[in-house]
């Protein structure tokens, strides 16, 4: 069933091309960040993370960008498949909140084949 | 599988009820979050739980409330519910509260519907 918001950035690219999904922050004071796919139906699943001691971070087929001058973070995903069609929220931790997670819109990633 | 488990999976129930949502956490997990998603606010954090004690508060109604029992299961009270309380609950869970960053770990929801 439908989980996320109705009116979600949506990015259209084709199997085997990469991805890049863009979030945006505005609290200075964060430390540490998420990057979760939720497929329909189901809670957000964990990508990859990365402190903001750190500006790159890699994984399988993944890769979090974090740029804290414009406070800004990308999830680029390499050879992309139609399993990673799914919603992608970037999450956020503000310091001294308990690891409380702040979460993004959202953006949704359609693979076409 | 993520490792936590949430029950039910889907509740429908009228205006005015009161509802009980449950979360197992992933084994050895301390730490319980509740976050509510509705189509138009996207994921919200409710109430957070450390080791059985409320440790953060965000977006949580008066009329919603949880706890978290000596198994470390934690539960999420809703009453006097409203049209507007139809949302998806997720339940996460991490091994600390938080003084070492760490990745949630999200359950699959309950779904609620209000009618």
């Known amino acids: 069933g439908e989980s996320v918001g109705l009116h979600l950035p949506t990015l259209s690219v084709q199997e085997g091309d990469n991805s890049i999904i863009n979030c945006a922050y505005s609290?200075?004071?964060?430390?540490?960040f998420i990057w979760y796919k939720q497929e329909s139906g189901k809670g957000p699943q964990f990508i990859i993370d990365?402190?903001?001691?750190?500006d790159k971070r890699q994984g399988q087929r993944v890769t979090v960008l974090l740029n804290k001058t414009v406070k800004h973070l990308s999830l680029q995903i390499a050879a992309t498949q139609p399993g990673d069609s799914a919603v992608y929220f970037c999450?956020?931790?503000?310091?001294?909140?308990?690891?409380?997670?702040?979460f993004g819109t959202g953006t949704r990633l359609q693979v076409t084949l | 599988d993520s490792g936590v488990t949430q029950t039910p999976k889907h509740l429908i129930t009228a205006t005015g009820q009161r509802v009980t949502l449950r979360c197992s956490p992933r084994?050895?997990?301390?730490?319980v979050y509740w976050y509510q998603q509705s189509l138009d606010q996207g994921l919200q954090f409710l109430i957070q739980?450390?080791?059985?004690?409320?440790?953060a508060k965000g977006n949580i109604l008066e009329r919603f409330s949880a706890q978290q029992f000596p198994d470390l299961h934690s539960e999420l009270n809703l009453s006097s519910l409203e049209l507007g309380d139809s949302a998806l609950y997720f339940c996460?869970?991490?091994?600390?509260?938080?003084?070492?960053?760490?990745?949630?770990?999200f359950g699959n929801g309950t779904r609620l519907t209000v009618t």
């Open positions: 996460a869970s991490s091994p600390r509260t938080g003084t070492n960053n760490s990745p949630l770990h």
């Open positions: 609290n200075s004071a964060s430390d540490y």
């Open positions: 990365i402190r903001s001691n750190m």
């Open positions: 999450a956020e931790n503000r310091a001294g909140t308990a690891s409380k997670l702040t």
């Open positions: 084994s050895g997990d301390l730490s």
């Open positions: 739980y450390y080791n059985g004690e409320e440790r």
